[in-house]
């Protein structure tokens, strides 16, 4: 294959190439570009992606590689070099090709990518985000998805496009370290800058890449068609807010062989738009930080439906919530989702399911139907509240899970003691979903947001305290529940069964030390 290098003249790409997305024409901020280019040939292989087909038969396709220092880029880690990145993707655009980063540290604001389009980092290149938010414009794609209110700005942007493609050894820092705002979750989500943001696109792929720092999600692809991300690092560890890998909405997904560090969900499927998430493979993925949250998670977002979700292949590390959650509170039907060959090691609780009403509205709640958790392995845990796995009341109405199986499940448990303080919840006084509070005023709640830490707390303030009716699980309104080879060895001494029931039909099974 025949590889361009080039760094074509300033015109060549139609209209002002070097303006920075929002710029006035002409504005630069990374000086002149160079109206020269080189050319040179590389060695065989694929055709990437706007390769020509002509030609001499030997040749496969003419991908052609802009530099962005060919462009104007200094790549010195002090100038901006927005400007000029955008410049080398809006004339590569015109073709199709390879946007290359190599040889330092590129200070940039916002950078739009386009269809046909490959971002190549180079593992001697690093794409450091300006800490000006003003260097990130809010975005307004055509999507209409609950989730666009946390979804605004982002260092890597594509809306619309199709056959996108990052890639390299590299790193793409999202530089929210040095911001206070930017970390935790101080000021609103969608205020900050998402490091990766690709939204209504197909034929996407995010590979190789480290990405980190950054001052909310970290890498984010929303109705998104035909995804892939394989063997990617993430390391987002900066507090509440702060996900690794987000994938909202879409079909035909593959997460595979990635690393991830974050400070909130590390791995979070979600659904904000109608259209909902299907076909989704998570596989051979390690996350070993996931902060004050959950390792995998369906969810909390869950406004479509969920459907044929395999998660399997994934060590679990330090998750302060569960290491496995699903969630149906905006009214997702949830079905036909499988966990299979989990590890897990310092997390809350090892599973979490939850069915109900943010809005404790009965005409919006959903349905969990066909979960399987199949070879679940578990030591170490932080707290003994057990697996939650429950359906709700709402406005009256008991809405259940249905169809759930645990099979060959090896979890370990330390007890909370014979006489464990605070006292244990029954299966009739576990409270509800956002239920009354037993002793309150008429209208005092536990607590909405649906999570592990919250179910028990009240005021909006996290429980870690207390412990469920069963030391291993307490599964509540739910029918067609299989336990198969499940093991719950005990060290130490705990009053409660290794499972609790409350309102739940077609049991078969259960857990034994």
């Not at 104007?72 to 927005?82: F, L, R």
């Not at 996407?204 to 950054?214: A, D, L, P, Y």
């Not at 999570?451 to 469920?468: C, L, P, R, W």
């Amino acid at each position: 294959m025949l590889a361009l290098v080039c760094g074509c003249s300033a015109g060549s790409s139609g209209g002002n190439p070097g303006a920075s997305p929002g710029a006035s024409p002409g504005q630069l901020d990374s000086g002149a570009l160079d109206g020269g280019g080189t050319a040179k040939a590389s060695g065989a292989g694929d055709a990437g992606p706007g390769g020509a087909d002509g030609g001499d038969a030997s040749v496969d396709a003419a991908l052609r590689v802009c530099d962005v220092k060919q462009y104007g880029a200094k790549g010195d880690g002090v100038t901006k070099d927005t400007a000029a990145i955008q410049a080398a993707i809006d004339d590569c655009a015109t073709t199709g090709g390879e946007v290359l980063l190599e040889g330092g540290v590129f200070l940039s604001g916002m950078i739009v990518l386009a269809s046909h389009i490959t971002l190549d980092v180079d593992a001697s290149a690093t794409l450091l985000g300006s800490q000006d938010v003003a260097d990130y414009p809010d975005r307004d794609p055509p999507v209409v998805n609950t989730q666009l209110s946390n979804c605004k700005k982002a260092l890597v942007y594509a809306e619309s496009a199709d056959d996108v493609h990052i890639q390299g050894s590299g790193t793409i820092d999202g530089n929210a370290t040095g911001v206070a705002d930017w970390n935790g979750d101080v000021v609103p989500e969608g205020t900050r800058p998402m490091v990766i943001f690709i939204v209504a696109s197909s034929n996407v792929s995010i590979q190789g890449v480290t990405v980190k720092n950054g001052a909310v999600w970290a890498v984010v692809n929303m109705q998104v068609e035909h995804l892939t991300i394989d063997g990617i690092t993430v390391d987002n560890d900066l507090g509440a807010t702060h996900d690794g890998i987000d994938v909202v909405d879409g079909s035909d997904v593959l997460v595979e062989n990635c690393t991830v560090a974050s400070g909130d969900d590390s791995i979070c499927l979600k659904s904000g738009a109608a259209g909902g998430l299907s076909n989704v493979k998570v596989q051979n993925c390690t996350t070993t930080q996931s902060g004050v949250a959950n390792g995998v998670k369906l969810g909390t977002a869950s406004v479509g439906p969920f459907q044929n979700i395999d998660v399997e292949n994934v060590s679990i590390a330090n998750a302060q919530a569960a290491a496995l959650a699903v969630e149906s509170v905006d009214g997702s039907a949830i079905s036909n989702v499988v966990f299979r060959h989990i590890t897990t090691t310092n997390v809350g609780t090892p599973i979490f399911v939850l069915l109900g009403s943010r809005d404790l509205d009965a005409s919006k709640v959903g349905s969990i139907d066909g979960v399987t958790f199949d070879d679940v392995k578990a030591t170490s845990m932080r707290d003994n509240w057990g697996s939650i796995v429950t359906g709700s009341v709402v406005a009256g109405q008991t809405f259940g899970i249905s169809n759930l199986t645990f099979s060959n499940l090896q979890l370990a448990y330390v007890g909370a003691g014979a006489s464990p303080n605070p006292t244990p919840y029954t299966p009739a006084s576990f409270p509800e979903y956002q239920g009354q509070v037993p002793g309150q005023p008429a209208g005092t709640l536990y607590d909405q947001y649906p999570d592990a830490k919250f179910i028990t707390g009240t005021g909006g303030n996290e429980n870690t305290s207390y412990h469920g009716p069963g030391y291993a699980f307490f599964v509540r309104h739910a029918s067609g529940v299989t336990f198969t080879s499940c093991s719950t060895p005990l060290t130490g001494t705990d009053s409660r069964p290794p499972v609790a029931t409350e309102n739940v039909t077609g049991l078969t099974g259960t857990c034994a030390p």
